[in-house]
């Protein structure tokens, strides 16, 4: 009788796991759907040609070979990593209504989604320590930020944020499904998902909060500190000129920060708190804008406000 129970249990738990799930879109826009895909469709292309184009330059102009533009190639590669997870996906919703995505290729989705975006945050704090390593301790730069410690940093962002979001996938997978299988939603977010579960998913929001707070709270911190340094070193320059041209260093990567972490702190904190006034499909166009902005933006802004990179194009053509 106890063996015949765990098997039924063990049927009763895999008949309520679907095989896969329907992403609606932007529910309530849907006759929009095609006008909405213009301006994505329109961004991706930016952040792919903008990145891959500043990973090659980078790469190939000897100029550019140090440690503040090798951070910047990370952060390249994360973000034309991150929005291709979800835009290609988006598109064919949009564009071919093809809403169905597999069960596990959902949770591979949501996996890569978040753990990109914790990447993110953590490659634009190692940017901020690089910017304070810089002004404050400039005759050490070269020496502390040497290739491997780079790459050492690198991997340690990488590897934190894999173990942060691993647990994501084992709590959504533990849920049970038999309210359907519709996610109102372009892709598949870890709280869409598990809102769409019968089962208690309290542990997925507490979690969830947890690992943004962890990974978020602590990179801003980080960031915050690297500033307050910076601005006293500035502040006590001599030269009101060279204060100037050492904080003028840091525009680009205050830009990318603001970019960043405005929209994602309204989607995590919206979406547990007091988001109910917000209509969906508000919070839906908000985080696709929170994934395709960074993406679109930083090229534009690091090619702009830097005079190395504006030469290396000219050189490049």
Known sequence: NALLSVIMSGANSSSLTPGFFILNGI??????HIW????????????VVGNCGLIYLISHEEALHRPRYYFLVLLSFTDVTSCTTTVPNMLCIFWFNLKEIDFNTCLAQMFFVHMLTGMESGVLMLMALDRYLAICYPLRYATILTNPVIAKAGLATFLRSVIFIMPFTFLTKRLQYCQGNFIPHTYCDHMSVAKVSCGNYKANAIYGLLAALLIGGFDMCCISVSYTMILKTVVSLSSADA?????STCTSHICAIVIT?????FTIFTHR?????IPHHVHIIIANL???LPPTLNPIVYGVKTK???EGVMKLF
């Open 27 to 32: 529910p309530g826009l849907e006759t929009a």
């Open 36 to 47: 909405i895909s213009l301006p994505f469709c329109f961004m991706y292309i930016i952040a």
């Open 243 to 247: 204060g100037h041209k050492a904080f």
């Open 261 to 265: 972490y405005v929209p994602a702190l």
């Open 273 to 277: 708190f007091g988001g109910q006034n």
């Open 290 to 292: 929170y994934l395709m």
């Open 308 to 310: 190395q990179i504006q």
